[in-house]
């Protein structure tokens, strides 16, 4: 790897290249190190890397977005008989907030097929699922939002000078985000609930509301701190 970009370095072409999972073998520091290097070659010609790792795609996110450098992100996924097929977007733990939205969005409206044409017990599974997903976009907006970036789980450092937009936080913000985490919490998949208490799911009108809960709420945040 080094020798190939030591010679890539004097190379008088700006062909295309192709990494195949370049950092498979290497320890975090050299990940971050091709990382960087990887978008800075990217500025000069079209680079096209495989990976699998999510870790070090969020790394190429990061310098990208530091570098200027344009990224276009595609997933492969596969079925039973078929490999390969293109998926329009980034695994879901690298998507952003806004884009889960988009996401559950659309899954909305399959919810509302389903709870017209199947059974109840078809319906309840299937929105188990999506409670579980919209609870993981709740968490990606404290990181993301809320926290204004400072920290994230797949991130190498605190971002220190974000600090400065977390002082507008207020009892209503905490109470709003606390109570729809635990509403998605009672829903998802993952807790196995006693007879006595079960709880009728939420109609897919009312996931909807939630969803759209957590979109307005990223808007009031975002007007909020582009006035300061």
């Known amino acids: 790897m080094a020798t190939f970009l030591s010679e890539l370095?004097?190379?008088?072409?700006?062909?295309?290249?192709?990494?195949?999972?370049?950092?498979?073998?290497?320890?975090?520091?050299?990940?971050?190190?091709?990382?960087?290097?990887?978008?800075?070659?990217?500025?000069?010609?079209?680079?096209?890397?495989?990976?699998?790792?999510?870790?070090?795609?969020?790394?190429?996110?990061e310098y990208s977005d530091s570098l200027d450098?344009?990224?276009?992100?595609?997933?492969?996924?596969?079925?039973?008989?078929?490999?390969?097929?293109?998926?329009?977007?980034?695994?879901?733990?690298?998507?952003?907030?806004?884009?889960?939205?988009?996401?559950?969005?659309?899954?909305?409206?399959?919810?509302?097929?389903?709870e017209r044409t199947e059974t109840e017990e078809v319906y309840k599974e299937r929105a188990k699922i999506l409670y579980g997903k919209l609870r993981e976009t709740w968490e990606r907006?404290?990181?993301?939002?809320?926290?204004?970036?400072?920290?994230?789980?797949?991130?190498?450092?605190?971002q220190t000078q974000r600090l400065s937009k977390i002082v507008d936080l207020t009892e209503d913000d905490y109470n709003l985000v606390d109570t729809n985490m635990t509403k998605c919490s009672i829903y998802f998949t993952g807790h196995d609930t006693a007879g006595a208490l079960i709880e009728e799911m939420p109609?897919?009108?009312?996931?909807?509301?939630?969803?759209?809960?957590?979109?307005?709420?990223i808007k009031t945040m975002t007007d909020r701190r582009r006035k300061k």
């Not at 276009?72 to 596969?78: D, E, F, Y």
């Open 9 to 61: 370095s004097i190379s008088e072409h700006k062909s295309a290249i192709i990494f195949d999972d370049p950092v498979s073998s290497l320890d975090h520091k050299w990940r971050n190190k091709i990382s960087k290097r990887i978008v800075e070659e990217a500025i000069e010609r079209q680079v096209i890397v495989f990976t699998h790792d999510i870790t070090f795609l969020l790394m190429i996110q």
């Open 69 to 114: 450098c344009d990224l276009n992100i595609k997933s492969l996924t596969r079925t039973k008989k078929e490999t390969g097929i293109i998926a329009n977007n980034p695994p879901w733990d690298a998507l952003s907030v806004g884009k889960r939205i988009g996401i559950l969005k659309n899954a909305h409206q399959q919810l509302e097929k389903i």
């Open 141 to 158: 907006f404290i990181e993301e939002v809320f926290l204004n970036g400072a920290i994230q789980r797949f991130g190498r450092a605190i």
């Open 203 to 217: 109609d897919s009108d009312e996931f909807l509301a939630d969803i759209k809960i957590l979109e307005e709420f």
